[in-house]
DNA sequence: CCTTTTAGGTTAAACGTTTAACCCAATCTT
DNA sequence: AAGATTGGGTTAAACGTTTAACCTAAAAGG
């Protein structure tokens, strides 16, 4: 039998009421003697308050939702970590979710979370996503949608990463190396990301008046094995580059494998270039030249985000749009 | 205002029993029309039941704590994922609680979780914990130790991995393999799994009558940095070895970037083999010889336990042994 | 025809808190 | 000295469910 507020009170001779300010500082009116004993009385059984109950009344759980699509994919684990702390900083826990990108698990997701009464969502929409955001325009929670923009999301909120300016610096810089016939390694181009690194992509071979076509932007998917396939069809298929800019680090590590396989020597005869920055990146061989993602602060900040817009319940959307950095290592001159 | 149980029933011209009844398919007793017609109500208004309060009479929470040292461990991501699978397959939720292996960060996390009422808890103990394990006797909540095997631990159950078994037989593949002067990178020998690994190595190198000494365990944390500044320093202490079986891959990983820094031959000159098996262990080149934790395997069993022990309530622990396997890839010959 | 069973519900207590409203004695004000 | 304030509490309603116990009319049993 779990002890309850109740015996406390009555173990210390006072009032459930008097009780339960104790416990939530709002102690202002009760005398250090009568709190004291409370404290004491409460160290000695061991009690620990029920919030479950309390969010009965209180009308909030401390509990944030996390909607991501597979904890187990290197760019999400910094991410909640981020998230994480913020939030525990805050005195609220987090709720795990992973979606695998399917909206019937995201769906399921949401729900539950709705269930569960958290107080605010953070969510990676699927890349596939945009009819069925009309289930989401009654959960009545305020959500924050992370890394992804899907327009027309009914969100709160977005934080989101400088994808064209990320991939311009890249590519600029590879130029800049002298690299000229540069081609372009892609995730599924539903997802904004994607989108927005092949403007970025086309916007520095413009501005450095380089030629490229559709064979230039190769899509793919956001994996390695992607990375390979990709890159040895492109070999096969005789097409000429010196630089390949990928649009992230997993498509890059499969690249670059494709690239050793067929003797190509990476850096002098072709530069890669990756995108996010994941632990892989520094610990392959060659360590890999990429643009950083601050994916910790992507997560802390996003939660810090919606804690002001769970906070102030002003309708106005709020955004906050992260800078990436390029890292330079060993893939480029 | 949120719309409750109390409306669908006035909506429905029913009770609100009747309303519970319907949601929770204890409908044996109740008509089909009425209970179409209650669902119709449901689905038109969007409700959605309140768990927080049914919390309150049912005494289950359908959430289950999990909690790590870090999730942006590469460890940890897979083995979350494994664990989150099996609880939302079976309908529960995951909590998540990053601890950085600090004993008041594992103490304020046990505690949250108690106050949020959780069914169940995951606990990955910090290697330095034993002593504080009494305030852990009355948390009143069916733990699992994970991974980490502390003695006197107040558990309900244990997940951990044949370590010696694993070590063992990494280093007799080793000496198959024609390696003679072996060295062992470890953890911090506070933890069970580094004991066990060193116990596996001492076991292998006497079972083939190999000579070996202090020197050759060379102590560090699980990290590639302490892999590189290990390795660096035994090389320049002029320790003579011909294999390096490491704590962990990213120990691995920081030791290979110095035997290569020293212009060693990784595989002719020297092999290499971690412990793990991370994602990177796959993609680094040479890609790494490494005893393989079964990560999905240990969350998801780990919940199935849990879930075990919730159910019966029986006292006597439970115990799961999961087995390693060494895949050879190509830092050994 | 009387009794029992069944189908299809309803009533109300309980879960463990929080908090607005109230209370009373002692102390201040004027 | 009467009224107002203050310190230190207490009372009780409310939060949104679940569920054991109860109820009633119709059908079934004998």
Redesign the interface.
Known sequence: M?ITIKEIAKLSGVSIATVSKVINRKDSKISDETKNRVMKIIKET?Y??????S??ITKE?K?IG?VIP???N?F???V??GA??KA?EAGY??????TDDQIDKEE?CI??L????VDGILYTASSRRHAISESLK?V?IPIISLDRDIVGLPVQGKITVENVEGAFEAVSYLIKRGYSKIIHLTGPETSTPTKQRIEGYKKAMDAHHLPYDDSCIIEGDYT?ASGYATMEKAIRSGLTFDAVFCGNDLIA?GC??AL?KHGLKILEEVGVVGFDDI??AR???PELTTVSQPKYLMGYKAVELLLEVMGENKEGRREEILKTTLVVRETTR
Chains 1, 2 share one sequence.
């Open positions: 779990k061991g620990v308050p029920n919030r479950v109950a969010s009965m759980t509990t996390l597979n904890i187990a290197p999400f684990p910094e909640v970590r994480e702390d525990s826990s987090l709720i795990l979710c992973n399921n729900a539950m709705q269930e569960k009464m009654h009545g390695s590590i670059i494998k050793k632990y892989l610990m392959m061989d």
